[in-house]
């Protein structure tokens, strides 16, 4: 057996595995750092989607290797199939046995299949794995399809039909929630969603479960709950995802109620020398402190940076306070995000809260070439003041307002430090200075305060 020793050893080569690593070589660049891959060639998660329909094959969805090599972190294509805590190494599937100082464990996740849902083992169903190979197969199999039912209204589900579309399908979603994308926006942003899908030729069942698939030799339809079947050249399930986390199982790393590994604020796990990061790692809701089944790419690149950074010495400064959810999509020309806790999550979690909204436009004036309605919603604790929430419906700016809603989250701002922010705008790149959308938003929340 070929014998490897390394420093750090990093087992996943998704976002997690890849940030981990090159931060860890960054701020240790005298140790040597091994990341094992299993996949030949590493996809963009984020991207999956999109190999449904606006980019054409899925190797335009690939993570170069020289973000790794160029970092000086070495690459093994191989699969880790078992870690011994006792003897601080792995063994892999192509024989090798690698000793290490440190691990850190990028297990990602796999696809959620219910082991109730009848038919969907059968050929024309698919997931939506990480996984390019499997991928691959699957585009070749739906070229040839034209009805598809989609099973399941998030983020994934959405953005797959919304592609297959593009590509002329006649594509359903079935969604058990009332509301696409129920779990993520309020009802007012959610039915506009809802909207635009419809819009554009995707047909919704909503407020309805999946009885099972119907097919002898191949799916041929969906049955519902409701009764009503509904008729199907291919099925595809985006019903989450769980936790890829049977290799620390097996090697006694302890999990939680949830199904991931347990860590620390540095995201260690019980054993200091090992640390978990991405979707396998446990998460705790940054401002409800309850266990959390979040999986963004964004939220394992943040855990993988704080490993990389704490692996050799600790920082108190340099901790993952909690999990907040940033969601960002795009139907067409408009943007949805949302960062936080909803209207609804906050009511049912018992916060006394106030919220307050905007409607603007992202650039000004309005009749400025390309500009979109910018809606802004605001959800903020009542007796602090802090944001806990925020929604957004926009242009390409949506995102990036998201992600400046969550970093007010992070840092604990109150509503007026928004309402006295300092901001720079431009006709071509912003809402105007006058009718901010998010500053508007916070004057309104300000307004029913006081």
């Not at 490897?4 to 240790?28: F, S």
């Not at 969601?327 to 609804?344: D, K, P, Q």
């Not at 604790?381 to 995102?399: D, F, H, I, Q, Y």
Request: proline share 4%.
């Amino acid at each position: 057996m070929a014998k490897t020793k390394a420093d750090v050893l990093v087992i996943g080569g998704g976002p997690a595995g890849i940030v981990a690593a090159t931060v860890g070589k960054r701020c240790y660049p005298e140790k040597k750092f091994l990341l094992v891959r299993k996949a030949k060639e590493a996809i963009v998660p984020c991207g999956i989607p999109y190999i449904f329909g606006t980019l054409e094959e899925s190797s335009q969805d690939v993570i170069p290797d020289e973000a790794l090599t160029k970092a000086g972190v070495e690459l093994v294509v191989d699969e880790v199939v078992s870690i011994s805590r006792e003897r601080k190494s792995c063994r892999t599937a192509g024989g090798s046995e690698i000793e290490f100082e440190k691990l850190v464990l990028a297990l990602g996740s796999v696809p959620k299949v219910p082991g109730w849902l009848k038919g969907a083992d059968l050929p024309g169903v698919f997931t939506v794995p990480k996984d390019k190979g499997y991928l691959d197969k699957a585009l070749e199999y739906l070229k040839a399809c034209e009805r598809i039912v989609i099973v399941g209204g998030g983020f994934i589900g959405v953005e797959v039909a919304d592609e297959l579309r593009k590509r002329g399908k006649d594509v359903t979603i079935v969604e058990i929630l009332p509301h696409i994308l129920g779990l993520v926006f309020d009802e007012e942003v959610a039915v506009q969603v809802e909207g635009l899908l419809k819009e554009r030729g995707i047909e919704l069942r909503t407020g309805v479960g999946v009885k099972e698939i119907v097919g002898e030799e191949r799916a041929t339809g969906v049955l519902l709950e409701s009764g009503e079947t509904l008729p199907a050249d291919a099925v595809v399930l985006c019903m989450g995802y769980r936790p890829n986390t049977s290799l620390a199982e097996e090697a006694g790393i302890k999990t939680n109620e949830l199904g991931f590994i347990r860590v620390d604020e540095y995201m260690r796990t019980e054993d200091p020398d090992i640390f978990a990061v991405g979707d396998c790692a446990e998460k705790r809701d940054f401002l409800t402190r309850r266990p959390s089944a979040v999986m963004l790419a964004s939220t394992a690149c943040a855990e993988a940076r704080i490993a990389g950074m704490n692996l050799y010495r600790l920082s108190s400064v340099k901790t993952m306070g909690g999990t907040i959810g940033i969601f960002s999509t795009c139907i067409g020309e408009v943007g949805f995000g949302a960062a936080g806790l909803t209207e609804n999550m906050a009511k049912k979690e018992g916060f006394d809260i106030v919220v307050g909204s905007f409607s603007g436009v992202d650039k000004h004036p309005g009749s400025m070439p390309g500009a979109h309605r910018q809606f802004v919603k605001l959800i903020v604790a009542k007796e602090s003041g802090v944001l806990l929430g925020g929604e957004v419906v926009g242009g390409a700016s949506t995102g990036e307002l998201v992600n400046l809603i969550g970093l007010v989250i992070q840092n604990r701002m109150t509503i007026n430090s928004i309402v006295t922010a300092q901001i720079g705008t431009h006709p071509l790149l912003t809402a105007p200075p006058t009718a901010y959308p998010l500053i508007k938003a916070a004057e309104a929340v300000a307004s029913k305060a006081t």
